[in-house]
């Protein structure tokens, strides 16, 4: 069975552009999650989104945003890109049956590089 | 607002001995659940142990197990009779009211052969 696949694996912007990550579950897999990864930041929670809606979202600002499609697949939209916005970017699925108290199945991750 | 606390940043432990990982939380759930995620070198973070709050009986798999004192907020990783592939970042997490997930910020650990 394949497992959760994300693309690109590296992404290079410049400040001020938008990056699209995208992310496909596991099959069958009805939760999508992403994290960002920062050095030394442990992950931080962005999104999480369930049979096509966003259930909840952490502490980014709105230009970080995704949606669901029906296939389950998500992306992931970062909109004027900031330095800061380096990292790691990791999605993972779940089952969706008992919210994020699911064990969550995550993807290689993007590297996105702001220059 | 749910938090976890991972204070050792790296950790060594010689092949074929055991070692234990802490993790302290925080939460205003009654209900919740406690995991220990491994990230490899080559990135792919996977499940090692999940705890369900409700249940007093430690998780085990394997070589891994938790010591779970719910009273304290802690939950420690053991890895007994460790070994090279056990060579990683281990991440606590902790998912509380059924709509987060929060992670610590991890302890790289390091087998010596």
């Known amino acids: 069975e394949a497992g959760v696949t994300q693309s690109p694996t590296h992404l290079i912007k410049t400040r001020g552009q938008q990056a699209t990550l995208r992310c496909s579950p596991i099959?069958?897999?009805?939760?999508v999650y992403w994290y960002q990864q920062a050095l030394g930041l442990g992950l931080q929670f962005l999104l999480w989104y369930d049979e096509g809606e966003e259930r909840n979202r952490g502490n980014f600002p709105p230009r970080f945003s995704g949606r669901q499609f029906p296939n389950y697949s998500s992306e992931l939209n970062v909109n004027a890109l900031e330095l800061e916005d380096s990292a790691l970017y990791l999605c993972a699925s779940s089952w969706g049956t008992s919210g994020t108290t699911d064990t969550q199945y995550f993807g290689p991750g993007t590297r996105l590089t702001v220059l | 607002a749910q938090t976890v606390t991972q204070s050792q940043p790296e950790m060594s432990v010689q092949e074929a001995e055991t070692v234990t990982l802490s993790c302290t939380y925080d939460?205003?759930?009654?209900?919740?659940?406690l995991f220990w995620y491994k990230q490899p070198p080559s990135r792919q973070m996977i499940l090692v142990i999940r705890q369900e709050a409700y249940k007093q009986q430690n998780a085990t798999e394997n070589r891994f197990s938790v010591n779970f004192q719910k009273a304290a907020k802690s939950f420690s990783l053991k890895i007994s009779d460790s070994q090279l592939g056990d060579a990683a970042m281990y991440f606590c997490a902790l998912s509380g009211g059924y709509q987060k997930v929060t992670f610590g910020i991890g302890t790289k650990l390091q087998v010596i052969p």
């Open positions: 939460t205003s759930e009654s209900d919740y659940y």
């Open positions: 099959s069958g897999h009805t939760s």
